[in-house]
């Protein structure tokens, strides 16, 4: 039930066709792919990594992460991706709280030195159980959590995502995602390695580069970034589009005027999905039929999702919901569903109902055709660029500035970026001061686009600020 044997099950016979078309004109095969994950599972093995042990990596991307993290799955280790711009304060959480065996941060290099070892030939049994990643996903506390994803959760999700968008051999992906995230490491790159078809691998997104690479490919994954820079940019035509047979997005609330836009632009639909760390994807629009601005459609084959508890029956892939049902929090339960958070019982207990669905904190609904609309979050979790931002560690920085009374951070609407960070500030002090010490301690997306000096923060009956006044007060804020 290793996740390595079923992806490298479905890589091309012929093991010289190219897997990553790089952005200098060089191309990495098949073969070459499989050639690093095996010398890497050589040297994690040589350097006394076993099954279960955690392999980090914090670097910008590359293949040789591809071939690292390949390696790490045919040891039966487990693979620990950090974004590169995580703090070292940060990372020193990670490391103590993950306890490594390994950490790369060079992987070019320890590729290179890696193809000195011997590779490993059998890959190393797992159970469908058996831990395969762990991804952190920050805590309204402020501590981060390790969501605990099996061979058999990946594997689930991977097959479902494959056959949902119809990926085939003759397609190309544009991959211009980073591969810290569970959109690019898990759902961009395994349907591509399932398919056995070539990536176009961009470092990130350029429009240059971009523009570029959709003359070749079929498939391109992003955020609503992506998609907005797209359509800012003249050079994106209905003619350099025509070719993509599917633009699929997520990682953030895709707004319905960039779903217009770009119909408009190029005859398409945005495919937009849902998902989380804790799940990967949860529902998604159907790649033949009906796509709806503001609907993440329907559950994947596999997902039982409902709205608000165990009162309210569950929906799964194809099914209806008679009178549509209310707004309330999404619950979920599936093979694809983790397991729990890395070494807090108590908090997975927390999150999970006694008949084992996962509460997600989104709010949303179901209508009477089974789609799912999501509506907001029940925790005050910001999404900004396609990342997770938990006001509450963000507010412990500031809250600690000469000047600062109390802050609170909030998302507003914002046209690049989809949630722009905002700290609304009881006290005084320099905006551009905080938000460069913000940026100081904090990894470069956490910290505010904008910080505003208030008075008094709108309080309720019991004295907690009243963040859904203050998101109403500033929600035009980026507008000017």
């Known amino acids: 039930m290793n996740l390595y044997d079923l992806l490298a099950s479905r890589f091309p016979a012929d093991r010289s066709k190219p897997c990553f078309l790089l952005s200098d004109g060089r191309a990495i095969s098949y073969g070459e792919l499989e050639a690093g994950a095996a010398h890497a599972a050589g040297r994690l093995v040589a350097q006394g990594v076993q099954p279960g042990d955690r392999v980090a990596l914090q670097a910008e991307k590359s293949a040789e992460v591809i071939m690292i993290y390949l390696g790490v799955l045919k040891a039966g280790a487990v693979f620990l991706p950090l974004n590169s711009a995580y703090t070292a304060s940060e990372v020193d959480y990670f490391r103590g709280d993950a306890e490594p065996k390994v950490f790369v941060t060079d992987p070019p290099a320890w590729v290179a030195e890696a193809a000195g070892h011997a590779p490993l030939e059998a890959t190393a049994p797992r159970a469908a159980g058996d831990l395969a990643s762990l991804i952190y996903t920050s805590g309204t506390t402020g501590r981060s959590k390790g969501a605990m994803l099996s061979h058999g959760n990946l594997a689930e999700n991977a097959l479902a995502l ?282 470069a997306y956490k910290a505010p686009k904008r910080v505003v000096f208030v008075d008094e923060l709108p309080r309720n009956a019991m004295g907690k600020v009243q963040k859904n006044l203050l998101r109403q007060r500033y929600e035009r804020l980026f507008e000017s």
């Open 162 to 443: 494959h056959a949902a968008w119809g990926f085939t051999p003759d397609d190309v992906l544009l991959h211009a995602l980073p591969i810290f995230h569970v959109h690019g490491l898990f759902v961009a790159l395994h349907c591509a390695l399932l398919s056995g078809c070539p990536m176009v691998w961009l470092p990130k997104f350029a429009d240059a580069e971009v523009l570029a690479g959709l003359d070749r490919a079929t498939v391109m994954m992003g955020v609503p970034t992506f998609y907005t820079r797209l359509l800012a940019n003249p050079g994106f035509t209905r003619e350099v589009a025509a070719g993509v047979r599917a633009f699929i997005c997520g990682s953030a609330p895709l707004l319905p005027s960039t779903f217009a836009e770009f119909e408009a632009r190029t005859g398409q639909r945005i495919l937009e999905r849902y998902g989380m760390s804790e799940a990967v994807i949860i529902t998604s629009n159907p790649l033949d039929g009906e796509r709806i601005a503001g609907s993440v459609g329907y559950p994947l084959p596999g997902v039982e999702l409902r709205i608000g508890g165990e009162e309210t029956p569950s929906i799964a892939s194809g099914d209806t919901s008679p009178d549509g049902g209310g707004t309330g929090v999404i619950q979920i339960r599936g093979p694809s569903v983790f397991s729990g958070y890395w070494r807090m019982p108590e908090k997975t207990a927390e999150e999970f109902t006694a008949d084992g669905f996962f509460i997600t904190g989104d709010v949303g609904r179901c209508d009477s055709d089974g789609r799912v609309w999501i509506s907001g979050r029940a925790k005050d979790l910001i999404i900004s660029g396609g990342y997770n931002v938990y006001p509450k560690e963000v507010e412990l920085v500031l809250d600690e500035l000469p000047g600062v009374v109390e802050s609170a951070v909030i998302g507003v609407p914002h046209r690049d970026l989809g949630e722009g960070v905002v700290a609304v500030v009881m006290g005084q002090g320099d905006e551009a001061a905080m938000i460069a010490e913000a940026r100081r301690q904090l990894a």
